[in-house]
C-alpha cells in the first residue's frame, strides 16, 4: 500500500501523556493547528506510582482541571515517612506558588483528561497512530512524521514544520536525530502493583519507605524507597523506585524487591497476599536528570520522558513533562510567528536553554545526590541520622519535591534556591 501525505498542522505532537497533552493544550490555545497522536487508545494503563505532589497539582489547575474529590481525585495532605525506628508525617508546605495538598489517580483516565483537556482547547487528537519515524527535508531537517495507522497499520505521514516528541522513555524520535541515552545521568526502575487495601486506600498522607532491603541480601540497602498510595477506591498503588547508582543495580529482581518489601508490611493490611492483589507487578524505567540532549535539534523539540526530565531526587515525573511541555508551546508560539526562516530557528533554539535554566541546577544538584545515596553507607547515615530531626526532614521534603517560593519564602526555601541558582547547570 502507497503512502499517502495527511493534510498539515502547524506543530505535531507525538504522544498524548502529560506532556504531550499540556503540549498540545497550550499551543491550541495560542490559536495553532496542533495534531497530537497517540499509538494507544484511552482508557490505557501506565507504570506509574499515580501519586501527585503539589507541584503536579499546580500543573493540572494551570490546565484548568478539576482537581475535586467528586471529580474522582483523592486528596492529600502530606508525606509519611517510614523506616524500621520512626514514622514521621509531613505535611505539604504552605507556599504561594503551590496548593497545599497532593492528589492521587490512577494513569487507565488521567491522560485521557488531560488529552481531551488539549482537544477542548481545540488540538487534534487522534489515538491508534503508531509513530514510527521522523520524516526530513532536503536539508535534513524534520517536516514531519511517518505512522501507522488503525489496526490495519496503514502508513500514513504527516507534515507539519515542528514537531514536538513526548514518546516517553523509548525516545524512538530522539534517537533517529542521533540522540542517544546520556550513560552518565541518572536513571531509575520502577515497579508497581495493585491492592486492595482496607486499612490505606483513603489514607490522607502519601507513604514513603526508606529502607529497601531484598531477602537474599538483607544488609544492602537500596537507594531508593518504596511508596503506599491510596487511590480512594478501595485500592493502593504499592510500588518502589531504585536508582543506577549502586553496583547492584542491574543484579537486583525489582519485581522480587517488592514483594520482599510488602512482607515486611504489617499483616492486617493485606499485602502479604496474593489474593488481595488486582492485576500482575509492571515496571517501567525512569530517565532522569535530562539524560537526554540537546532538548531541540533541527525542527524537534523533546519534552518530559524523552528528554530525560524525571527527578533524580524522586523519581517524579509528570509535572516535569507538563512543565517542559508548556515551555515547549510557549517557545514554539514566537518561533513560528517569526517572519523568516532564520529568525524561527533561531528563537526555537532558545528552548534548551529555558528548559535549563528551569530545571537545570536542580538536577545537576539531584545528580550529586544520586551519586551519594548509591553507596549504601551513605544512604544509611541519611535514613538512621535524617529522620531524627523533624526540621531537617521538612527540609528534604521541599528539597526532594522541589516545592519552594522563588520569591520570598522562608530560610528553607532561601537556601533550596541559592544552592540552584550557584549549581553549575546540566
Known sequence: MN???APAADVIVVGAG????????????????????????????????DGLTPRSVAALLKMGIDTSEGNGWTRNKGLRVVTRDITLELDWPTLDAYPA???????????????QRAVEAGARLQTATQVTAPTFD?????????????PDKEPVTYRAPLVIAADGVSGRMALALGLNRRDDRPMGVAVRRYYYCDAKHDDDYLESWLELRSASDPDTLQPGYGWIFGL?????NAGLGVLNSSASYQQV?????????LAATPEEWGLRDESNADGPIRGAALPMGFN????????????????????????????????????????????????SSPRREAALRTYPDQISDHLGGYYRMGGIFVKLIGHPEVMRLCTEQGMKSRTLMRFVLKLLANL???????????????????????
Open 404 to 426: 519552594t517560593d522563588a520569591r520570598g519564602g522562608d530560610a528553607m526555601d532561601r537556601i533550596i534556591n541559592g544552592l540552584q541558582r550557584v549549581t553549575p547547570k546540566v
Open 232 to 236: 480512594g477506591d478501595g485500592r493502593i
Open 253 to 261: 529482581n525489582y519485581r522480587q524487591l517488592l514483594l520482599d518489601w
Open 292 to 339: 537526554r540532549v540537546p532538548h531541540y535539534s533541527r525542527g524537534m523539540m523533546l519534552i518530559g520522558d524523552s528528554g530525560g526530565m524525571v527527578n533524580p531526587f524522586n523519581g517524579e515525573g509528570i509535572a516535569y513533562a507538563m512543565e517542559s511541555g508548556d515551555i515547549a508551546a510557549e517557545v514554539a508560539a514566537k518561533a513560528l510567528a517569526a517572519n
Open 3 to 5: 503512502t499517502h501525505v
Open 18 to 49: 502529560p506532556g504531550g497533552s499540556a503540549a498540545a493544550y497550550y499551543l491550541a490555545q495560542r490559536g495553532l493547528d496542533v495534531l497530537l497522536l497517540e499509538k494507544t487508545q484511552f482508557p490505557r494503563e501506565k507504570v506509574c506510582g
Open 138 to 150: 532536503l536539508a535534513g531537517r524534520v517536516n514531519g512524521v511517518q505512522a501507522l495507522l488503525g
Open 101 to 115: 495538598y497532593g492528589l492521587s489517580r490512577t494513569r487507565l483516565d488521567f491522560d485521557d483528561l488531560l488529552a
